[in-house]
């Protein structure tokens, strides 16, 4: 396997940070991680099992996160369509023609807003605890328009929980506590390890001003229900979710596989609204199924 190599791109005026491991010869599979979040949450145990796999992985910082670019965003606003002509830009720079792309959260549905707008580029698409209307879940949190679609909100719950949480913690801790509760109770949950990872983020540029400027994103993305145009996403397709996600309860990619053409539904039992360790190697060999490819003569 070949180490990871970091790099910068320079691209309309701003940088974007992405690294890439495995053969170059592999098919390569692009990350595109959720809201406010870099590419250190995609964790390196991660990327090597499936770079192990026979996979050229790529992540990369969203603009504002990480070692890309970061920007006033009441100065440059952008949306999340924004995004994924970054990500496409990455793509052309590394000459990569077709992508298999996988997504979380925020970044699995700029994931099939790719597959639906340039099918072309792509091999195949996974989205994990995610959802086919942004709307839902952004109607929730901050009061924008009304969801178009009948999928449920983020658990009650959750919400309650969310706002009880000490306003005493520091920064690191508060997030520390927001990642345990949406790991939900049943799977096991290591704080130092999201402590870790925290501050692995926080020396790398990630910063709490970021998840709210992806939040502005995609207040300002234009059709957020994209249950009417799955009919005609062409790329197989998986639907990863958790079944005790809080906020994209297992509803939305259920309501997703069943309107792609080629779409599967895997439903994890036990598995919240984050990437924990104890899944990967399931998560891992389901993108290695999902995503093998005829050997070339």
Known sequence: MHPETGKVLHREGRDLWFGTRGNSAHPPLLLLMGNGCGASFWPEPF????????RRVIRFDYRGTGLSS???FDQDPYDLDDLARDALGLLEHLKVERAHLVGLSMGGFIAQRLALRHPERVRSLTSMMSTPDYAVMLHTFIGGEPPTSSLPPPRADWMRALGQLPRDLSPREFLVENWRLA????APFDPDYWRELQA???????????????????????????LPELPRLTPPSLFIQGSEDPIFPPAHAEAAANAAPRGRLL???????ALNPCFFPLLTQALLEHTAEPAVA
Do not use: I, Y
């Open 267 to 273: 439903v994890v039992e036990g598995m919240g609204h």
């Open 183 to 186: 790991n939900g109770a049943r």
């Open 70 to 72: 970061h920007e006033d």
């Open 47 to 54: 990327c090597d099992l499936l770079a192990q796999g026979g």
């Open 200 to 226: 692995l983020a926080e020396r790398r540029g990630d910063s709490p001003r970021a998840g709210d400027d992806h939040r502005r994103a995609a207040e300002r993305t234009p059709h957020k229900n994209l």
